[in-house]
């Protein structure tokens, strides 16, 4: 039996992914200050990070080497593909409805205005004119090259998710708005300024803004798009912003759409029409030839072009020859030679331009956090880490209940007996319990509460620290203290002292975790964390 993974498939599982990030509890964890050795001896790092494995032994050791974790908000997260930066003198494919490997190959483009384009036509030779148009059809250069304006990376996507690999893809709602030109009372018919890219307004858009009273429809659109009329009269004053929102249906970027002018009406329509032609065989011996397209939709006309008895071309004179509503389609030449064949290229469900993250294939999602400083004491500074991990819905320590602070501390932590010295203890130590032989990794100190935070893994082993212990520094030595012994331990009793952990370990569903050289945090300092996962 054969089967597929399809990129569909792949978009949504990341498209799930994003909106479950959303919608749920998911937090970006931080730990591991040791070293990537074998044994608490070794303080080096190995050449490079030990590489993760997908076992439950795995999982639970990077929840105990966790130190602290941050909640991801739904701005943090986008769909991206790779970056393909258009530039002088480089040769772009087409798309191609045909083309099983097409998501690897360069048939977009994102340009020096960050405006994002689709190759719809290629000669096959150097491009040498950069696109910067942001029309609806799919617009010819000189160079031979057709590109389909798809969107523009907006400044704030760009400085969170752009990098010299990927880039970011939005199909999220942008309004177009326009204003009143002269006041209407109890009319469907509204007059608005020129110049105010009203080449977006689309039938089907409902309208907001000062002065109207409800929220009506576009139901048509004059020639010269200046002139619309909505599906209830409305009283707006002369200067009013409106706002062209969603279309009743649809949750599209309607800026972004495929849009026609189709013949003989006003009516915007977004168009899933046959794009272009390959040739497969050339044939032999025309002199003239003609192409019927058959499918499952109507419209599409082609001129056939011969040169030398062979078929050459055959080619589409406008976006309204292109038809619509194809998913499949046939075409067969006739004309007084033999053997010619062509393949018809068809356009994705609803025009190009309707929905990037599907056209692009966008089966990458990024997650970018930052972390600054000790974000409120919750996460250590003057330390590193090395593990960078994503879990869904930990528990509040101590509850059953979902976590939902912004951030939350991991560590552990050993109160020390109000007379302690804090003399010789330094992170990243390994600390010694002298009546329970306990291990563990010194994560941080807190000088002013006398508070030893720590975290364990296999190095160490998982003993408990019991409170008849004096906490000695082994590796390397210095520093001796007993604990509290009222207090004791907060990982026994978190609510006695305040301190201890606030998520239940292990807790929740580890998603996905990293291995990185060490990265150093100060209280001055902001990680800018960017994880790239492919679905």
Not at 276 to 288: D, K, L
Not at 451 to 467: A, P, W
Request: aromatic share 8%.
């Amino acid at each position: 039996m054969a089967a597929i993974i399809t990129t569909p498939f792949r978009v949504v599982n990341a498209e799930n992914f994003k909106e479950d990030i959303a919608e749920s509890s998911v937090y970006v964890g931080i730990g591991k200050s040791d070293a990537w050795s074998t044994n608490t001896s070794n303080l080096v790092d190995a050449a490079t990070p030990f590489t993760p494995e997908d076992t439950i032994d795995d999982l639970h050791e990077a929840y105990q080497n966790m130190i602290g974790m941050k909640k991801i908000a739904s701005s943090d997260v986008a769909h991206i593909v790779n970056r393909y930066t258009w530039s002088a003198n480089q040769t772009y494919v087409a798309w191609d409805s045909d083309d099983s490997a097409i998501y690897d190959k360069k048939f977009y483009v994102i340009t020096s205005e960050f405006k994002v384009y689709k190759c719809i036509i290629s000669p096959g030779t150097n491009s040498t004119e950069e696109p910067t148009h942001i029309n609806t059809d799919p617009t010819a250069e000189s160079d031979g090259y057709t590109w389909k304006y798809m969107y523009t990376v907006t400044v704030t996507d760009a400085e969170k998710f752009l990098t010299t690999s990927y880039m970011p893809v939005t199909s999220q709602f942008v309004p177009v708005t326009a204003t009143v030109n002269g006041a209407v009372s109890s009319s469907t018919s509204v007059t608005i300024d020129a110049g105010q890219n009203n080449e977006f307004i689309k039938i089907g858009q409902r309208v907001d803004g000062t002065g109207a009273s409800s929220a009506p429809t576009v139901t048509a659109i004059s020639a010269n798009k200046l002139v619309i009329t909505l599906s209830s009269a409305q009283s707006i004053s002369d200067g009013a912003t409106l706002t062209f929102g969603r279309l009743a249906d649809t949750d599209v970027n309607y800026a972004n759409q495929t849009a026609q002018m189709n013949s003989g009406n006003t009516s915007l329509t977004a168009v899933a029409g046959i794009e272009r032609f390959n040739v497969t065989n050339q044939g032999s011996g025309y002199t003239s030839a003609t192409a019927t397209i058959t499918g499952d939709g109507t419209g599409c006309q082609a001129s056939v072009t011969v040169a030398g008895g062979k078929v050459t071309g055959l080619t589409i004179s406008s976006e309204a020859n292109k038809g619509d509503g194809y998913t499949v389609a046939d075409v067969v030449i006739s004309g007084d030679g033999t053997g010619a064949a062509a393949q018809a290229i068809i356009a994705p469900p609803g025009g190009h331009g309707t929905d990037p993250i599907s056209e692009l294939g966008a089966f990458f999602v990024a997650v970018n956090t930052q972390l600054s400083g000790s974000e409120s004491g919750d996460l250590t500074v003057g330390n590193d880490f090395r593990q960078i991990s994503l879990i869904k819905k930990p528990k509040a320590f101590g509850s059953n209940a979902t976590l939902t602070s912004t951030t939350a501390r991991v560590r552990r932590s050993l109160v020390l007996a109000s007379g302690a010295s804090l003399t010789g203890f330094a992170v990243d130590q390994v600390i010694n319990g002298s009546s329970s032989s306990a291990k563990a990794y010194l994560a941080e100190i807190d000088t002013t509460n006398k508070i030893l935070y720590y975290y364990q893994n296999s190095k160490t082993g998982y003993g408990n620290f019991v409170q008849g212990d004096t906490i000695t520094g082994t590796n390397p030595s210095g520093g001796s203290a007993a604990l509290d012994q009222t207090n004791g331990t907060s990982w026994f009793g978190q609510a006695t002292n305040g301190y201890g952990p606030e998520v239940t370990m292990n807790s929740g569903e580890l998603l996905f975790l990293e291995n990185r050289a060490a990265i150093n945090r100060s209280s001055s300092q902001i990680e800018d964390i960017k994880l790239i996962i492919e679905f």
